[in-house]
């Protein structure tokens, strides 16, 4: 049996019978359309867009690789998932640890 955890308040989702909300989160890199020049769309698209990161950051192409995108999933309770779609970036969060700190 597959075990299931939340992965914010780690309640245990299978014990609890708890409906289980997954959370996909995508990052990478925006581009302006106007960098990628004609040369570059003569090849694959995902060469052009290395060459154009290559000509404005000269980054290894390890680095290249891990800053193109990077995608998390999360498994969430009930309470978590109805928490995380208030407030996705954590803003709030961020908002009340600046605000303590003085
Ligand atoms: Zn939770």
Redesign the pocket.
């Known amino acids: 049996m597959v075990h299931f955890t ?1 992965d ?2 780690g ?1 245990d989702l299978t014990a609890s019978g708890d409906r289980r909300h997954v959370v996909k989160i995508e990052a990478y890199p925006g581009f302006d359309p106007n960098e990628i020049k004609e040369d570059d769309l003569d090849d694959d698209p995902m060469e052009a867009i290395t060459r154009v990161l290559e000509r404005d950051q000269a980054l290894s192409s390890d680095e290249i690789t891990a800053s193109l995108s990077k995608s998390f999933r999360f498994d ?2 009930p ?2 998932h109805k928490k995380f779609v208030n407030d996705p970036l954590g803003k709030e969060m961020v908002r009340l640890f600046d605000f303590s700190k003085n």
């Open positions: 939340c914010l308040c309640k969430l309770c309470d978590c």
